[in-house]
Nanobody, 123 residues
Framework: QVQLVETGGGLVQAGGSLRLSCTAS????????MGWFRQAPGKERDFVAA????????YHAGSVKGRFTISRDNAENTVYLQMNSLKPEDTAVYYC????????????????WGQGTQVTVSS
């Protein structure tokens, strides 16, 4: 089992920044990559970004490329999502997830999920 705890959500004005953190514990060696997803009310859970633990290779969804950056701290088993130039359409619950695969952009590719953290961007 892998436990994931997200922190860092909140309310921010459009154009502002937030940094989300996700700390993994338990059988962390069983995961090859970490991802961030988001889900707005009434919508599907969408891929935001992913990163591999070993190489640090990153992947970002087109809607956030250039604004959001995923990074990791292997020593702390922590993954970050730096979100800049936030827009009202970025409002959602953000979830951290762990995958046994090197990369997946679909929620089905992830084995463990955090509880989610709310991000609200006001206009």
């Amino acid at each position: 089992q892998v436990q994931l705890v997200e922190t860092g959500g909140g309310l921010v004005q459009a154009g502002g920044s937030l940094r989300l953190s996700c700390t993994a514990s338990g059988r962390t060696f069983s995961s090859s990559s970490m991802g961030w997803f988001r889900q707005a009310p009434g919508k599907e859970r969408d891929f935001v970004a992913a990163i591999t633990w070993t190489s640090g290779r990153t992947y970002h969804a087109g809607s956030v490329k250039g604004r959001f950056t995923i990074s990791r701290d292997n020593a702390e088993n922590t993954v970050y999502l730096q979100m800049n130039s936030l827009k009202p359409e970025d409002t959602a619950v953000y979830y951290c997830a762990a995958s046994r695969y090197a990369y997946s952009a679909t929620y089905r590719g992830y084995d463990y999920w955090g509880q989610g953290t709310q991000v609200t961007v006001s206009s």
